[in-house]
């Protein structure tokens, strides 16, 4: 019997989608949103960019913490709620799609 792997393998959709989730699900900085979505700083540093560039997400300061850091998190922009809500759609139609022909 032949037995084909299937990649697990993220897709940068699906990558661009985890950030939005995961900015979605709250009011993240940069290092928690690279651990929930697990992408090392500088690739998601860029998409990063590439999202506040679109108008889907964006950058907040909030001032600086007693130790010196800046406090500076992400949300979503109403553009970027759209986005969210198409992606999320898409991808639940596409594994339903998924499901029936497996």
Same mark, same amino acid.
């Given at each position: 019997?032949? =037995?084909?792997?299937?990649? @697990?393998?993220?897709? @940068?959709?699906? #990558? ?9 699900? !709250? ?6 949103? /690279?651990?929930? =979505?697990?992408? %090392? ?6 998409? /990063? =960019? %590439?999202?506040?560039?679109?108008? #889907?997400?964006?950058?907040?300061? %909030? ?14 922009? !109403? ?14 139609? =596409? ?8």
């Amino acid at each position: 019997m032949l =037995v084909q792997l299937v990649s @697990k393998r993220r897709t @940068k959709l699906d #990558i661009y989608f985890d950030i939005l989730h995961s900015i979605k699900n !709250g009011d993240y900085r940069v290092t928690q949103i /690279m651990r929930e =979505v697990n992408v %090392a700083y500088k690739p998601l540093k860029g998409m /990063m =960019v %590439a999202l506040i560039s679109h108008g #889907i997400i964006e950058e907040v300061d %909030a001032g600086h913490l007693n130790d010196g850091r800046t406090s500076v998190y992400y949300r979503l922009t !109403g553009k970027g709620d759209n986005v969210y809500g198409y992606l999320r759609n898409t991808k639940n139609h =596409v594994n339903e799609i998924i499901s029936i022909l497996s």
